[in-house]
C-alpha cells in the first residue's frame, strides 16, 4: 500500500475530556499528521459519552477519527491506522521480529488498560441499555430552535401523551423529577439520559411500566419527601429566591391532601393573613412539621425553631380547631 505521509484533508480526532482519545492526540503530534480536534464532553454526572457520538459510530466510545468519509472506532485499530498510513520515517513501525511481538504487546495491552484496569470491574445498569435509543427518543420531542437541546413545554405534553399520563396530573412533576428538570415544562438533554439510565429503561415501553412506582411516591411518606424538597427549585422562577404564593398553595393543593390533615385550614391561613412569597425554609419545614406534629397540635412547643410562617398558621388553626 502507497503510504501518504500527509492526509488529503485533515484528520479529524474525535476527543472526550479525561479519556484515552488524548493518546491519540500524542501520536498525531508524534507522525506530524494534519489534525483537527473536535471536542466532546462526558456528562457531568455519568461520566458517559455525550449522544452525539452514536451519529459518528455506533460504539459511542472515544477515540474516533475520521480521514474523509473513513470512520475508525478503538485505540489499537486506529494507532494501526494511523502508522501504517502516515509514519513515512517509520518512527513506530516495527522492523524486526522481536519488534513486532513487542509492538503488538504494547499494541494490544494498552487498547484495554486504563487507570480502572486493576480494580474489579462492576457491570453497571446502564451498561445494557441502547443509549442511542435514549437519545433519538429525547429528539423526537426536542425544541429545533434549541439546537435540539431542550425539550419545552409542548415537548412535554407530547411525551407524556405517548405515555399516557396528562401532563397536568401530579404524577406528570414525578416524571420531571425523574429526569431531573430544574424547571417547570423543560427537560434537558442531560438530565433526561441520567434519568433514563438511572431508571434502567430505553423505550417509551419500558418507560411506562416505570409508571405504577412513580403513582406509589405520590402517596408514600418515606418517597415523597425527596421530590417534594425538589418541587421548590422546580417550581420557583428562576431568578427568584422564593415561591410564589399561588403556586406554592396550587402544588399543595394537589399534592399534600394524602398526608396532611389540616391542609385546608393552613390554605386559609396563607390566603387570609400571611399573603407572602414561599422561602425555601418554611417550604422544607413543613413536611417535617406534617410529620412531627399531631393534628391537634398538642406536641406543638413555639420554643421549637420552626419558621415563622409555621408558628403563625398554629396560632391561627388552634382557634378554628
Ligand atoms: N477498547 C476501546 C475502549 C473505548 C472506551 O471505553 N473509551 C472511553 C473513554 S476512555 C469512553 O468512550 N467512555 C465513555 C462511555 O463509555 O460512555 C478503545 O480502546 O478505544
Same mark, same amino acid.
Given at each position: 500500500?502507497? #503510504? ?30 494534519? &489534525? ?13 459519552? $455525550? ?6 459510530? $455506533?460504539?459511542?466510545?472515544?477515540? !474516533? ?6 470512520? !475508525? ?20 513501525? $516495527? ?25 474489579? !470491574? ?11 435509543? !435514549? ?37 406528570? #412533576? ?17 438530565? @433526561? ?80 393573613? &400571611?399573603?407572602? $412569597? ?5 417550604? #422544607?419545614?413543613? @413536611? ?34
Amino acid at each position: 500500500m502507497k #503510504m501518504d505521509s500527509v492526509p488529503k484533508t485533515p484528520l479529524i480526532i474525535h476527543h472526550l475530556n479525561e479519556s484515552r482519545s488524548q493518546r491519540i492526540i500524542w501520536l498525531l503530534e508524534e507522525l506530524n499528521i494534519n &489534525y483537527e480536534v473536535k471536542k466532546y464532553y462526558r456528562n457531568p454526572v455519568s461520566k458517559l459519552s $455525550p449522544p452525539e457520538i452514536y451519529s459518528i459510530h $455506533p460504539l459511542g466510545k472515544f477515540p !474516533i477519527i475520521t480521514d474523509g468519509d473513513l470512520v !475508525i472506532a478503538e485505540t489499537g485499530a486506529i494507532v494501526e491506522y494511523l502508522i501504517e498510513n502516515f509514519d513515512a520515517e517509520s518512527k513506530f513501525k $516495527p522492523r524486526e521480529k522481536h519488534e513486532r511481538v513487542l509492538y503488538n504487546y504494547y499494541l494490544h495491552m494498552f487498547s484495554d488498560f486504563n487507570k480502572n484496569s486493576k480494580k474489579k !470491574i462492576v457491570k453497571k445498569k446502564s451498561d445494557d441499555l441502547n443509549k442511542t435509543n !435514549i437519545s433519538n427518543i429525547f429528539l423526537n420531542y426536542a425544541e429545533k430552535s434549541q439546537d435540539n437541546k431542550i425539550i419545552s413545554f409542548e415537548g412535554l405534553e407530547k411525551f407524556c401523551s405517548d405515555l399516557g399520563v396528562n401532563s397536568s396530573e401530579p404524577i406528570a #412533576m414525578v416524571i420531571s423529577h425523574k429526569l431531573h428538570s430544574k424547571n417547570m415544562g423543560t427537560l434537558h438533554l442531560d438530565g @433526561w439520559i441520567q434519568g433514563w439510565e438511572e431508571l434502567g429503561v430505553d423505550s417509551i415501553e419500558k418507560f411506562k411500566e416505570k409508571l405504577t412506582e412513580f403513582q406509589e411516591i405520590l402517596i408514600n411518606k418515606d418517597q415523597f419527601k425527596e421530590f417534594y424538597f425538589f418541587l421548590f427549585d422546580f417550581a420557583k422562577e428562576e431568578d427568584s429566591r422564593n415561591l410564589n404564593l399561588e403556586i406554592a398553595i396550587a402544588l399543595w393543593e394537589m399534592l399534600l391532601p394524602p398526608f396532611f390533615k389540616n391542609l385546608n385550614l393552613w390554605i386559609q391561613y396563607l390566603k387570609e393573613e &400571611y399573603q407572602r $412569597p414561599i422561602s425555601r425554609d418554611p417550604w #422544607m419545614s413543613l @413536611w417535617d412539621f406534617i410529620q412531627q406534629i399531631d393534628s391537634d397540635f398538642s406536641n406543638f412547643d413555639e420554643n421549637q425553631s420552626w419558621p415563622t410562617v409555621i408558628d403563625g398558621f398554629v396560632e391561627f388553626a388552634r382557634e378554628r380547631i
